[in-house]
Nanobody
Framework: QVQLVESGGGLVQAGGSLRLSCAASGRTVSSGNMGWFRQAPGKEREFVAAISWSGSNTAYADSVKGRFTISRDNAKNTMFLQMNSLKPEDTAVYYC????????????????????WGQGTQVTVSS
């Protein structure tokens, strides 16, 4: 089994930055794709960013492209999301996810492609 724990959320003013971390324990996730999703109140959980197992391929939702950067450190079994130029519409609970499928070069965009989920961390952007 895999346990994922997100950290780094908080309250920030519009235009500010936050860096989220997702630490994995249990079975290694270093060989599987990982991703970030978010869910705002009253809305469905949506894709934010994804990274292939090696870190060589990434993908972003159009709404965050150019502002967010996903990365990972496989030696530490950790994934990151650097969020810059934050907007009030980025306010949501952010979840990290990991896949049990190894060595896929294509990032995963959909929730169904992920097998493990963290509990989420709240990000609030004030205007």
């Amino acid at each position: 089994q895999v346990q994922l724990v997100e950290s780094g959320g908080g309250l920030v003013q519009a235009g500010g930055s936050l860096r989220l971390s997702c630490a994995a324990s249990g079975r290694t996730v270093s060989s599987g794709n990982m991703g970030w999703f978010r869910q705002a109140p009253g809305k469905e959980r949506e894709f934010v960013a994804a990274i292939s197992w090696s870190g060589s391929n990434t993908a972003y939702a159009d709404s965050v492209k150019g502002r967010f950067t996903i990365s990972r450190d496989n030696a530490k079994n950790t994934m990151f999301l650097q969020m810059n130029s934050l907007k009030p519409e980025d306010t949501a609970v952010y979840y990290c996810a990991a896949s049990s499928v190894y060595y896929s070069r294509k990032p995963y965009y959909t929730r169904d492609e992920y097998d493990y989920w963290g509990q989420g961390t709240q990000v609030t952007v004030s205007s």
